[in-house]
């Protein structure tokens, strides 16, 4: 079994137009939603490739309701804790002139310490039974920053820990040593403090994490490839050329496939082919949903990945 945790899970809800005008009118051709944030997404991909997965997470309100009933209805085992209030709506406007994708989303609400103790009882409930837990995404007002480095450093040797986060949740997560972290550029130039303008330093940062003890770090480039480096080889992936609809949850959708990739014992190279076309295959999905698993199999073939010495 893989389990996710997503503390700061959305409703997310997808317009497409075909430009932006700022400070004007706007219409809007098309709108889709689907139950959002990091690790719920990673539980929606893992679903999909047919493994066993449960999201665990915090939702409140009748739009934390929709999301359950969302997830049941498309055969996404979950076990929720119930907060206060409402679970938040992030807002993703996609313009087809452009192919980009402009995000508001919004905080979530507080979250207090009665409820993140029951977090912790379901993460302790599943971890026994579960190969991978994966750590990702924001985290709502009222939790500590240091909470991915406590969920790690509490199970660590009883499962292994993925974690795919942004900012001060990746610093301090990493210092607990996890499985495998998954940045993409801009949260890796933002781990070390400079920008990354060359391979050979996007692969540096990547060695310097694993030689704190890190087994595997997957680093997506968006349009420039992702590259994967682990304890003895170091893998690019040459960009590949698909019609983009949506970049929402296509991280995700790498993470899902990699670590599909691993429980089902592929060798890394096979898992980092699987995850790419899974990230792929989400990039050609309008809105919010799942990748298909025809369009993965189609774009399998046309992955490209060298090794790098």
Not at 20 to 46: A, D, F
Request: hydrophobic content about 40%; charged content about 20%; some cysteine.
């Amino acid at each position: 079994m893989i389990t996710t945790l997503t503390l700061n899970p959305a409703l997310d809800k997808t317009a497409i137009v075909e430009d932006i005008t700022l400070g004007g009118l706007n219409r809007v051709l098309e709108t889709m939603q689907s139950p959002g944030g990091k690790g719920i997404n990673v539980s929606k991909g893992l679903a999909r490739l047919g493994n066993t997965t449960i999201a665990l997470g915090i939702i409140a309100g009748d739009t934390g309701a929709w999301i359950a009933e969302y997830l049941s209805a498309n055969h996404t085992p979950h076990d929720f804790v119930e907060g206060v209030g409402q679970t938040r709506t992030n807002l993703k406007v996609f313009a087809k002139s452009t192919e980009t994708i402009t995000e508001f989303n919004e905080k979530g609400n507080p979250v207090n310490q009665e409820i993140m103790n029951r977090v912790w009882q379901k993460a302790r409930s599943y971890v026994e039974k579960s190969e991978f837990m994966v750590y990702s995404g924001s985290v709502p007002a009222g939790v500590s920053n240091n909470i991915y480095y406590e969920l790690i450093t509490a199970f660590k040797g009883r499962t292994k820990t993925v974690l795919d986060a942004d900012g001060i949740l990746l610093t301090q997560g990493i210092e607990a040593i996890p499985y495998l972290v998954k940045p993409n550029i801009h949260e890796l130039e933002k781990l070390f403090n400079r920008t990354l303008a060359q391979e050979k330093e996007i692969i540096a940062c990547g060695r310097e994490l694993v030689d704190r003890g890190i087994a595997k770090v997957l680093i997506s480039m968006g349009r420039d490839g992702s590259i994967l480096v682990t304890e003895s080889d170091c893998y690019k992936v040459a960009p590949v050329k698909v019609t983009v609809k949506s970049t929402v949850g296509a991280g995700d959708s790498m993470v899902a496939g990699f670590v599909h990739g691993l429980s089902q014992g592929m060798q890394d190279l096979d898992a980092l082919r699987l995850s790419v076309a899974c990230a792929m295959a989400s990039i050609m999905t309008e809105g919010p949903e799942t990748f298909a698993l025809e369009t993965v199999e189609n774009v399998l073939a046309k992955i490209q990945i060298e090794k790098v010495h």
